[in-house]
T-cell receptor
Framework: DQQVKQNSPSLSVQEGRISILNCDYT??????FLWYKKYPAEGPTFLIS?????DKNEDGRFTVFLNKSAKHLSLHIVPSQPGDSAVYFC?????????????FGSGTQLTVLP | EAQVTQNPRYLITVTGKKLTVTCSQN?????MSWYRQDPGLGLRQIYY???????DKGDVPEGYKVSRKEKRNFPLILESPSPNQTSLYFC???????????FGSGTQLSVL
């Protein structure tokens, strides 16, 4: 059973508009969340993260929102640019003994249309 | 330049022929991990290592082996590859487990 779910395999947005990518999780013990971006033929690269003690983190055009009660995470990209077209993975982390485990969602392909 | 280097980028092999995918990082990271990416399943962890000589199974370890004899290297070994191991593989490292991961460029493996 997937603990981190990205229910939209793909999303298309017009350039200049807002892109909203969603992620749901089931494990209430997750306390750190990350978004990665992946271009074709490249490895994923870290984009932005948020701790469970916050509900919002912003970095330039990228903002991540966390709704703990709904177990829901979203990434907002404003304004969207064609170079943002990529697969976006959300990931959630939980402490497990002395270590931490990271679980990824299945990814959302974002296409920003010029 | 800080990076995670995987080799080869592409590999085609036949069932049962042992192969090794190499991974090296130059950031002195303690934590290293292998993932496979399959359509609709995202990134699933195969094995991870929290430090030299410390390795542990991830979510999908069957059919794989790893070793961590040096801090910088974390090879993935398929002793007897099977077609269901055809996938895109990523090596990753981080300063410590649970922190931001740095990924290699991936290895596309096809097992015929």
């Amino acid at each position: 059973d997937q603990q981190v779910k990205q229910n939209s395999p793909s999303l298309s947005v017009q350039e200049g508009r807002i892109s909203i990518l969603n992620c749901d999780y089931t494990n209430s013990m997750f306390d750190y969340f990350l978004w990665y971006k992946k271009y074709p033929a490249e490895g994923p690269t870290f984009l932005i993260s948020i701790s469970s003690i916050k509900d919002k983190n912003e970095d330039g055009r990228f903002t991540v929102f966390l709704n703990k009660s709904a177990k829901h995470l979203s990434l907002h990209i404003v304004p969207s640019q064609p170079g943002d077209s990529a697969v976006y993975f959300c990931a959630a982390s939980v402490a497990s003994g002395s270590a931490r485990q990271l679980t990824f969602g299945s990814g959302t392909q974002l296409t920003v249309l010029p | 330049e800080a990076q995670v280097t995987q080799n080869p980028r592409y590999l085609i092999t036949v069932t049962g022929k042992k192969l090794t995918v190499t991974c090296s990082q130059n950031m002195n990271h303690e934590y290293m991990s292998w993932y496979r990416q399959d359509p609709g399943l995202g990134l699933r962890q195969i094995y991870y290592s929290m430090n030299v000589e410390v390795t542990d199974k991830g979510d999908v370890p069957e059919g794989y082996k790893v070793s961590r004899k040096e801090k910088r290297n974390f090879p993935l070994i398929l002793e007897s590859p099977s077609p269901n191991q055809t996938s895109l593989y990523f090596c990753a490292s981080s300063r410590r487990e649970g922190e931001k991961l740095f990924f290699g460029s991936g290895t596309q493996l096809s097992v015929l």
